[in-house]
């Protein structure tokens, strides 16, 4: 049980750190360039709201 709280928690906390990634990007505004395609705004906006309900899913299944 505590292995499965502990797999949770980094998961979560992985997911959170990728949040945190997300909403710095937006907030300074580098560009991101993948195989010469320009990653949009609107891109790191739905991947910060994937990832911070994602880690805040992981993290309230780990509690229980």
């Known amino acids: 049980m505590a292995t499965r709280k502990?797999?949770?928690s980094a998961a979560a906390?992985?997911?959170l750190l990728l949040a945190a990634a997300s909403l710095y990007r937006l907030l300074v505004g580098f560009p991101i360039?993948?195989?010469g395609q320009q990653i949009g705004q609107v891109i790191t906006f739905l991947v910060l709201?994937?990832?911070l309900a994602l880690?805040?899913?992981l993290f309230s299944e780990a509690r229980k």
């Open 33 to 35: 360039t993948i195989g």
């Open 55 to 57: 880690g805040m899913m």
């Open 6 to 8: 502990l797999v949770l």
């Open 49 to 51: 709201v994937c990832s």
């Open 13 to 15: 906390l992985i997911f």
